[in-house]
């Protein structure tokens, strides 16, 4: 059997950019087909700074509760910012013990968090490399990138980023970046396997062994 998972969605209030609740995220994931979804809520300081730590997970425990009752594995992610960038990295195999001690590398460099996620056995993807106000982060120091962002509403250059993924022997992954409801289910990867948990989906993402689902033209 061959599971649809989506590696990049986004769940309201925790990302202010989206509006879909957790519970309702899940359930037109489920009506699209997909078996799992990992939550990658925006991880950045100005969260932080105006709300408490427990509240990044308020839309992935919603969306757990509405996956129980539908049968949808709900996996742990985030799209981790730095302070003075626009780039975005997705996080895969992350536990709240992980994203606590991250939430204190924002001034960190590229180098150091990069090191800090091998430590934790986390693995670190730049998301949409080629988007507008993006720059291209050192290969030594990501362990892959979103090769096809599905993102109708942005010009992410994904041509560009599948070159530069074969030009620097990068892992790709493909994610629909879903925050509101025509952007679901656009993105993801197809396998013969259905991760348990965050970790798991960490190795398989680490495996390769995974077929890129991504619908409609690149951007």
């Known amino acids: 059997m061959a599971y649809k998972i989506e590696l990049h969605c986004h769940t309201s209030p925790v990302s202010g950019c989206s509006n879909l609740r957790g519970a309702e995220l899940v359930r037109l994931y489920a009506e699209a087909g997909f078996s799992a979804i990992n939550i990658a809520d925006h991880f950045t300081s100005g969260f932080f700074r105006e709300q408490d730590f427990t509240d990044y997970f308020y839309g992935y425990h919603a969306a757990v509760r509405e996956g129980e009752k539908r049968g949808v594995k709900v996996y742990l992610g985030a799209e981790f910012r ?21 939430k204190e590398m924002f001034d960190s460099t590229h180098e150091q968090f990069h090191n800090f996620c091998k430590e934790n056995g986390v693995l670190l993807y730049q998301a949409h ?23 109708p509403h942005h010009h992410s250059r994904n041509e560009l980023s599948l070159q530069f993924a074969e030009e ?3 892992p790709i992954i493909s994610g ?44």
């Open 82 to 102: 730095f302070n003075g960038s626009n780039n975005d990295y997705l996080l895969f195999g992350v536990d709240k013990e992980f994203l606590f001690k991250a």
């Open 129 to 151: 490399p080629f988007r507008d106000g993006m720059t291209r982060t050192e290969p030594a120091f990501i362990d892959g990138i979103e090769g096809y962002n599905m993102h």
């Open 168 to 170: 620097n022997g990068l």
């Open 176 to 219: 629909s970046d879903a925050h509101e409801k025509h952007m679901v289910g656009r993105g993801g990867i197809i396998a013969d396997v259905l991760p348990n948990d965050s970790k798991g989906l960490r190795d398989l993402i680490l495996s390769g062994d995974f077929e890129l689902y991504h619908e409609g033209e690149c951007v």
